[in-house]
Nanobody
Framework: QVMLVESGGGTVQPGGSLRLSCVASGRSDTITSMAWFRQAPGKEREYVSV?????GRITNMSMKGRFSISRDSRTVYLRMNSLKPEDTAVYSCNVFANNTAYWGQGTQVTVSS
């Protein structure tokens, strides 16, 4: 069992930055990949970025250059720069451990002037 807690969301003006964190507890030693997803109001959940245990990463092309994922053994981060109003969404972390996917509760990011 892995438990996830996200933090770092909030309200920011267009062009601003935020860093999200997601801390894993429990059997965090079994985690392989860690990822971020987001879901905007009225839209389907969207993949943001994923990072493997070895550090290899893939980022959604629409966010590449603005969003950057990183991790240590039990925390995954998402650095978001040059934020736009269309980045407003609930951001959730996802980890894969022992052939099971775990989700955090999500953190709200609002980009508004």
């Amino acid at each position: 069992q892995v438990m996830l807690v996200e933090s770092g969301g909030g309200t920011v003006q267009p062009g601003g930055s935020l860093r999200l964190s997601c801390v894993a507890s429990g059997r965090s030693d079994t985690i392989t990949s860690m990822a971020w997803f987001r879901q905007a109001p009225g839209k389907e959940r969207e993949y943001v970025s994923v990072i493997g245990r070895g550090g290899g990463r893939i980022t959604n092309m629409s966010m590449k250059g603005r969003f950057s994922i990183s991790r240590d053994s039990r925390t995954v981060y998402l650095r978001m720069n040059s934020l736009k109003p269309e980045d407003t969404a609930v951001y959730s972390c996802n980890v894969f451990a022992n052939n099971t996917a775990y989700w955090g509760q999500g953190t709200q990011v609002t980009v508004s002037s």
